[in-house]
């Protein structure tokens, strides 16, 4: 069975902060990885890809991959309110046309 | 550019029916997926079309179908529902490759009484 850890939370952080969001994964096939930003009642909203090792910004976000360990992160610099939400990262399994999602990461920012 | 719509938004269903979503993908993708979401699983793949032909089903009973049609727009079935049914059911569509990313409508949210 192939899988997507992530802690559940939730992650407080104050407004300003970093926050840092974690995610583990089984397939060692696996080479495109997802994080997805989903708010209360709203559906997944995709922030960032990445596919290959090291670090891929784009703003306050920053994805980081680490294949041989197996793990890909997520900072969010200058946390604020409205990042508050539910942190999903995804993985695409071997065969290609599916995303194996953990189940995500509570992040909350207080002002 | 519109973005992936569903229909409807809401149902309400008793044990034994069945029932049919519809997910209509943003013009020009051609992969259309299916997605539960409930809060004790997460969100799990059902299923993924392209071109009309389904390339990928993840593990649900076979009460779980699907098709998507010539224009790229999909179609859920459920049939023989279950309480463990209720869930909010996800449509995403993509241009189709392996790198491509998942573009979520907004769902529909299946309760079955």
């Known amino acids: 069975q192939k899988e997507v850890e992530q802690n559940s939370g939730p992650l407080s952080v104050p407004e300003g902060a970093i926050a840092s969001l974690n995610c583990t994964y089984s397939d060692r096939g696996s080479q495109s990885f997802f994080w997805y930003r989903q708010y209360s009642g709203k559906s997944p909203e995709l922030i960032m890809s990445?596919?290959?090792?090291g670090d891929k910004e784009d703003g306050r976000f920053t994805a980081q991959l680490n294949k041989a360990s197996q793990y890909v992160s997520l900072l969010i610099r200058d946390s604020q309110p409205s990042d508050s939400a539910t942190y999903l990262c995804a993985v695409n399994e071997d065969s290609g046309y599916a995303l194996n999602f953990g189940k995500g990461t509570s992040l909350l920012v207080t002002p | 550019k519109a973005g992936v719509t569903q229909t409807p938004r809401y149902l309400i269903k008793t044990r034994g029916q069945q029932v049919t979503l519809s997910c209509s993908p943003i013009?020009?993708?051609?992969?259309v997926s299916w997605y539960q979401q409930t809060p004790g699983q997460g969100l799990q793949f059902l299923f993924e079309?392209?071109?009309?032909?389904?390339?990928n089903k993840g593990n649900f009973p076979g009460r779980f179908s699907g098709r998507q049609f010539s224009n790229s727009r999909s179609e859920m079935n459920v049939s023989t529902l279950e309480l463990g049914d209720s869930a909010l059911y996800l449509c995403?569509?993509?241009?189709?490759?392996?790198?491509?990313?998942?573009?979520f409508g907004s769902g529909t949210q299946l309760s079955v009484l």
């Open positions: 013009s020009g993708h051609r992969s």
């Open positions: 079309y392209f071109s009309e032909t389904q390339r």
């Open positions: 990445i596919y290959s090792n």
């Open positions: 995403a569509s993509s241009a189709g490759t392996t790198k491509e990313k998942l573009f």
